[in-house]
């Protein structure tokens, strides 16, 4: 029988956070196709985030530029998993946010959640997503053509 959560001799596997650039479609589909074999599962929710092309005080968006405090990140994120297999029935849950530059149309963050039934991975999907945008320390330069950025605010 599978255990609950993600584990590895009985410890919470340490899970990957960040990738340098944009998050391939080719990476995402072969998550998805890896999760064929995991019979106890059935149900999948995708949160993909796409770099929009903003317009801001007359500037189009060109992509952003992502940094983030690493090793807090880590520790929070490790913190909402634990929240969020506690609260919800989940099988596995993936979460991956891109470092560096993401340029306009690419995919910047992919978050992926699985249970046994439907109703737990809406859910969860949906407080994931909002609590990744609200507490982790990750920040997003938005990048104009003429070399000039802004701060991104989370909406």
């Known amino acids: 029988m599978e255990t609950k959560k993600e584990t590895e001799n009985g410890i919470a596997k340490k ?8 998050i391939a479609p080719d990476f995402i589909a072969e998550s998805i196709a890896k999760h064929q074999s995991k019979t106890g599962i059935g149900a999948h929710d995708i949160f993909l ?3 929009r092309a903003d317009e801001i005080d ?7 530029a992502y940094t983030a ?4 990140a880590h520790e929070k994120m490790h913190e909402i998993r634990e929240d969020l297999f506690g609260k919800y029935d989940l099988s596995c849950m993936h979460i991956y946010h891109s470092l560096g ?12 959640v699985s249970s046994p ?6 859910e969860a999907l949906h407080e994931l997503v909002e609590r990744i945008k609200k507490e982790l320390p990750v920040f997003g330069k938005e990048l104009f053509g003429d070399d000039s950025y802004a701060w991104k605010v989370n909406k």
């Open 69 to 72: 405090y690493e090793e807090m």
């Open 58 to 64: 007359g500037k189009t968006v060109t992509g952003i």
């Open 101 to 112: 530059e993401v340029a306009v149309g690419e995919i910047c963050l992919f978050v992926f």
């Open 49 to 51: 985030g796409q770099v």
């Open 15 to 22: 899970k990957a956070l960040f990738v340098e650039g944009a």
């Open 117 to 122: 039934h439907r109703k737990a991975v809406f």
